[in-house]
């Protein structure tokens, strides 16, 4: 892989901004009311312009919408739009988002009054109510380069980890201020209630964490009233978490949940003015169904009371082995079979309770395939992952009951892809992709990547620019989303997902088989690229599209965010498919934007050369990863291939 220094110009480099050009009339933002909305909800733009020139410009503003490939809908006009020397002016318009699924381009261009475009710029949203189909989950966080804005980071979903009273078993409570039972942060829940308002009238729904035990002072409580529903040890105490295990001392228990302000002026005997410390739990006893009732039924009445749009369980429903509250196994057999059956059953009542008065209402696992059915699990003896369908877990009725449902996502847990073989990367979303989302339909992330750069100044590598565009082309390649704190690295990627989500995450989006795509498509290239595992088709109405990843192999082994140089434009690409029965109708190759280019994706035709049932396009110079769209039409009545 041949690379190259992509020097800086010497300006700063603001991720999501557009700066006025020179002597030009510019649209410096393009800028929609949500970042994401329901299916035919109504929606607002406003478009920014600044006029450089030295004078007054008259033109004609147009608007339309862009879905699908390339699919065009106008939707606002402006007429005799005049602009003085100096002048910044802003131009709303009214529309609805229309019936489709996923990502949308707004885009707005200015004509002067002879016809001559002078400017145009999109922006991108997405659509779905099911919301972990395009989910794009990170964190508000500011620095130096950019604001607590998500416009510029793209996510439409925000998560509270740890930030309830206990993490099971939690109720509405009027603490204005209160102590976290797992993390001991202390939160206001005014404020809390504000920034979830702020983020939902942005099509932003938040989701909460639960974990199956309780902790905390509300935890224990629970614990108290109901000590049938706890994991017991052999000795009959309850069960100590190997990973975090302690109990709180009493007098911590019986002190007010309350440590705000309000504290001061509560009546407080002096040895109960104390404050209870974090990570103490005790586990329930997933095996019995009337403690997962209780547990499944308190989640959704609390997230009910803070207009929470979902839910994640770290980990799943399934059952830890241990006793029960009379000194009996809570899995009397013990039986492989007998964990399955209750796991599925857990996961069963899990949806059919949430989702009731909202198919939509979001849930989602801690479930990674290498974690849940690794060697640790087994090494730990961990039952609650049991019926998963893969190799020494042959049963599949856990996981097609957590999945059964709309709006469902698996997280696959990994920290931090610094040092991570790229080879493995790609493995491990593959393994993932084929199971989960390619089998049962579900949405799979990972993350919480860490950065692992400087948020504040981009350095020499462009806050690992090099390094995250190659982890990112490995994510869209295989369906996958990604949970990380932003930085402007990850923003070409993250816009990509957002414009074709319809192309990367819709549940009709099929592998083809490794075997199928090397047979059927012929990739000419100057160098080895990954991608016979990378191809996918969907059926359409007059035929199909056939969606092929390029992605270059990176010029390190393993993900090194110091790695400063980036890849050579890859030019002279050609790909062949053979297509009988069928005409090639479009052919359009896209890609995200390369970090000294305007910050827009980058969709191009290409033009294609046929010999009988053979098709052979150039593909377009990129430096990371570029998705060819091949749209065929069947012809003679030939099926679908």
């Avoid at 729904?205 to 509300?218: H, R």
């Avoid at 369980?313 to 082995?321: H, S």
């Avoid at 160098?527 to 059926?539: S, T």
Wanted: charged letters at 25%; a positive charge; hydrophobic letters at 35%.
């Amino acid at each position: 892989l041949k690379t190259t220094s992509v020097k800086n110009n010497g300006k700063p480099y603001f991720p999501g901004k557009r700066d006025p050009r020179p002597s030009q009339v510019t649209i410096t933002d393009v800028r929609s009311n949500k970042l994401r909305y329901n299916e035919n909800e109504p929606a607002n733009t406003v478009a920014t312009l600044v006029n450089h020139t030295a004078k007054t410009v008259t033109g004609v503003l147009r608007a339309k919408l862009i879905v699908d490939l390339g699919a065009v809908r106008p939707l606002a006009e402006k007429k005799s739009f005049t602009i003085k020397s100096g002048e910044t002016r802003k131009w709303r318009f009214t529309y609805n988002v229309g019936p489709e699924t996923y990502g949308r381009a707004i885009e707005v261009e200015f004509v002067d009054d002879r016809g001559k475009r002078l400017d145009k710029w999109q922006e991108y949203f997405a659509v779905a109510r099911e919301f972990f189909r395009v989910h794009q989950h990170s964190y508000q966080v500011k620095a130096k380069y950019w604001a607590e804005d998500p416009h510029i980071f793209y996510f439409n979903q925000t998560h509270y980890f740890a930030h309830e009273p206990t993490g099971l078993g939690a109720e509405p409570f009027d603490a204005e201020v209160y102590i976290t039972g797992q993390t001991g942060y202390r939160l206001n829940q005014k404020f809390r209630k504000a920034q979830m308002a702020f983020n939902k009238a942005q099509g932003i729904l938040s989701t909460f964490y639960v974990i199956g035990a309780f902790d905390g002072q509300m935890g224990y409580e629970q614990a108290r009233q109901h000590p049938e529903f706890l994991l017991y040890d052999p000795n009959g105490q309850p069960a100590v978490d190997t990973l975090y295990g302690g109990y709180p001392n009493p007098m911590e228990l019986a002190s007010p949940l309350e440590v705000g302000p309000k504290r001061k002026t509560m009546k407080i005997k002096p040895y109960l003015d104390r404050e209870i410390h974090p990570w103490q739990h005790v586990n329930m006893n997933m095996a019995r169904k009337d403690a997962v009732l209780y547990a499944i039924n308190r989640i959704k009445a609390y997230a009910k009371s803070w207009g929470f749009g979902g839910v994640y369980w770290d980990g799943c429903l399934g059952v830890w082995a241990g006793f029960d509250h009379e000194g009996k196994r809570n899995v009397p057999s013990g039986k492989y079979e007998d964990y399955v059956t209750l796991n599925a059953r857990n996961h069963r009542l899990w949806n059919k309770i949430l989702k009731a008065d909202d198919p939509y209402f979001g849930t989602w696992l801690n479930w990674g395939l290498e974690g849940a059915t690794g060697d640790f699990a087994k090494r730990h003896g961990i039952t609650i992952w049991r019926g998963t369908g893969v190799e020494g877990d042959p049963r599949d009725d856990n996981i097609r009951a957590a999945t059964d449902a709309k709006n469902v996502m698996l997280l696959d847990e990994h920290q931090n892809f610094s040092g991570e073989d790229y080879r493995k990367l790609l493995r491990d979303r593959l393994r993932s992709r084929d199971h989960y989302v390619q089998k049962y339909g579900v949405s799979h992330i990972i993350g919480y990547a860490t950065p692992a750069v400087d948020l504040q100044e981009p350095g020499a590598t462009k806050w690992g620019w090099p390094a995250w565009n190659h982890v990112m082309s490995v994510l869209i390649a295989t369906q996958s989303h990604l949970a990380s704190a932003f930085v402007p690295s990850h923003r070409p990627g993250m816009q990509f997902m957002t414009r074709y989500s319809r192309f990367i995450w819709a549940r009709d989006i099929r592998a083809v088989p490794a075997q199928m795509a090397g047979k059927n498509v012929q990739v000419k290239s100057g160098e080895e690229l990954w991608w016979k595992r990378l191809v996918y088709q969907r059926k359409t109405k007059s035929g199909r599209d056939v969606i092929i990843h390029l992605v270059r192999i990176p010029p390190t082994p393993k993900v090194d965010y110091a790695w400063a140089d980036e890849p050579s434009l890859l030019k002279g690409v050609e790909v062949t498919m053979n297509a009988p029965g069928e005409r090639l109708s479009a052919a359009q190759s896209c890609r995200a934007y390369h970090y000294e280019e305007p910050q827009q994706v980058v969709q191009q035709d290409m033009r294609p050369k046929t010999s009988g049932s053979r098709v052979t396009v150039s593909v377009p110079p990129f430096r990371y990863h570029t998705m060819l769209v091949l749209r065929f039409t069947a012809s003679g009545g030939t099926k679908n291939r």
